[in-house]
């Protein structure tokens, strides 16, 4: 496993950007499928995007398609995700989460560790 903590939420107004990073210790962090995942009060944690250990490959959900992008920087152990055009339907609590299987994809049952959570608030 890998410890993960989050940074960079924040409150926005609607259409505005917001850039969250995912730090991670653990020597095999580029080995790892990265992804990000969101909880809004009162509903259920929901995926948001992945990334493939090499970087090459992405997967979002279709509610964050073409507004947010995911990356990774192997060498300093982060990943980030760039949050552009934002709505107020986009509150909720980020969380990283790390799946030591090369699945890349929306269920939060592959992966393995997960962050503390950082509180995205995008008003009207």
């Known amino acids: 496993q890998v410890q993960l903590v989050e940074s960079g939420g924040g409150l926005v107004q609607a259409g505005g950007s917001l850039r969250l990073s995912c730090a991670a210790s653990?020597?095999?962090?580029?080995?790892?499928?990265m992804g990000w995942f969101r909880q809004a009060p009162g509903k259920e944690r929901e995926f948001v995007a992945a990334?493939?250990?090499?970087?090459?490959?992405?997967y979002y959900a279709d509610s964050v398609k073409g507004r947010f992008t995911i990356s990774r920087d192997n060498a300093k152990n982060t990943v980030a995700l760039q949050m552009n055009t934002l709505k107020p339907e986009d509150t909720a609590v980020y969380y990283c989460?790390?799946?030591?299987?090369?699945?890349?994809?929306?269920?939060?049952?592959?992966?393995?560790?997960w962050g503390q959570g950082t509180q995205v608030t995008v008003s009207s």
């Open positions: 653990g020597r095999a962090f580029h080995s790892y499928t």
């Open positions: 990334i493939s250990w090499s970087g090459r490959r992405t």
């Open positions: 989460a790390a799946a030591a299987t090369q699945y890349i994809g929306s269920d939060s049952r592959e992966y393995d560790s």
